[in-house]
C-alpha cells in the first residue's frame, strides 16, 4: 500500500495526541535501544531521541514515502525500511513504541508475546491502536463495498475488526509482563471542511479498498462512501463536525529478574 503522507497529515493535531499520551505513560528515566514500529512521518520518533537523548533510536516503516519525509528533518534517528511482519532486532530493546500500525498486522495472541520477547528485563512495550472498527467511519467502508460493481474486487479487504477487546490483551501479555496497563480513551475530535470524516478515513483505513479499484470505479466507490459517511456525521454548528473517535492502549513492562538471571519473583503477600 502506497501511503500518502499529505493525506495522513492533514489531521496531524488529532492523529498526535494520542501518541504522545502513550509516550508520556512509559516511565522510563533512561533508556539505551529505542524502536518505533510504524513510525511514519517521524515526529514522535524525534520527541523520543530527545526524551532519551543517550539511546539509539530506530524508526521503522514499510512506507518508502513516510520514511522520505521523516527523513527531511534532521536527527540523530536511524530511519529503516522494514515489514513489520519480518521484523526482529539484533539485541534487546528498552522500549518497543508503536503509535496507529499494530492493527494492520494479524495475530496479535501470538504478535505481543513476540513483540515482549525482543525486551530487555524492565524494558516497555507501548503500543496505541484504533478500537473505531463498529463505528460508522469503518462500518460504512464495507458497505459501500458491498454495494455495488465493484463488490467482487473489494471482497478480500472485507475482514473483521482487527483488534481484541481489552480484557483479552490482558489475557495475552500477562504471562509475559510484571505489570500491565491498559485504557481506552474516546476522542471528541472537532473536524472542519467538506465532509471532513471522509477525508479522515482516506487517509487510512479507506485507503486499500481505493487503492484496489482503477478508475472510473474508484471515483464511484468513493463517492458513495463519502455519500453514506455525510449522513452519519453531519455537519454542526458553524460547520464543524464532531468525531467520536476510540483509541486502545497497552503499556506493559517486561519482567525484571535477579542477579542469577532467573524472573524475580515477589513476594507472597501475608497471610490474613
Known sequence: MVWNPQQYLAFEDHRLRPALELLTRIPLETASNVADLGCGTGHVTRMMQARWPNAKVLGLDS????????????SKVEWREQDMNDWQPTQK???????????????????????????????????????NFTAPTHTLVHEAARCGPWHEKLKPLLRPPPVMELAEYYAVLAPHSDSVDIWETTYMQTLEGDNPVAEWTKGTWLKPFLDALEEPERSRFEAEYRRLILVAYPPGPAGKTLLPFRRIFV??????RDRYGKTARRPSPPAR
Open 63 to 74: 512506507s518508502p514515502e513516510m520514511l522520505e519525509k521523516a527523513r527531511e528533518v534532521e
Open 93 to 131: 530493546l528498552d522500549v518497543i513504541y508503536s503509535n496507529s500500525t499494530l492493527h494492520w498486522m494479524g495475530g496479535h495472541r501470538s504478535l505481543f508475546p513476540r513483540l515482549m520477547s525482543y525486551l530487555d528485563p524492565g524494558g516497555y512495550l507501548a503500543v496505541q491502536m484504533p478500537g
Open 251 to 256: 503499556v506493559a513492562r517486561a519482567p525484571l
